[in-house]
Nanobody, 126 residues
Framework: QGHLVESGGGSVQAGGSLSLPCAVS????????TGWFRQTLGKEHDAFAA???????RYADFVKGRFTISRDNAKKRLDLQMNNLKPEDTAVYYC????????????????????WGQGTQVTVSS
């Protein structure tokens, strides 16, 4: 049984940075497809980054060059580093994991992720 817990959310001004660690238990973090989503009020979970196969990472265009994910089996973590934050990045952020190892073509499909963290709020002011 997997368990994910995000931390590190908070408020920051536009142009600032935040790091969101995601603690992973129940399975080696690199053994599953793992991703990051965000959600604003009334909207679906929006995928923006994932580790889809080994060290292969995927990013949505709206975060490329600004956000970076990494995962570490020894630390049992899937981390998100966010730089040059914009007001439109304001959302609740979630880490999530699938049951399978490979998800290159399906990493954006939130319904296929079976383990989710509780979410952490990120607020970016202009």
């Amino acid at each position: 049984q997997g368990h994910l817990v995000e931390s590190g959310g908070g408020s920051v001004q536009a142009g600032g940075s935040l790091s969101l660690p995601c603690a992973v238990s129940g399975f080696p973090v690199s053994s599953r497809c793992t991703g990051w989503f965000r959600q604003t009020l009334g909207k679906e979970h929006d995928a923006f980054a994932a580790a889809v196969f080994g060290d292969i990472l995927r990013y949505a265009d709206f975060v490329k060059g600004r956000f970076t994910i990494s995962r570490d089996n020894a630390k049992k973590r899937l981390d998100l580093q966010m730089n040059n934050l914009k007001p439109e990045d304001t959302a609740v952020y979630y880490c999530a994991a699938k049951s399978n190892y490979y998800c290159s073509g399906t990493w954006k499909m939130s319904a296929e992720y079976i383990y989710w963290g509780q979410g952490t709020q990120v607020t970016v002011s202009s």
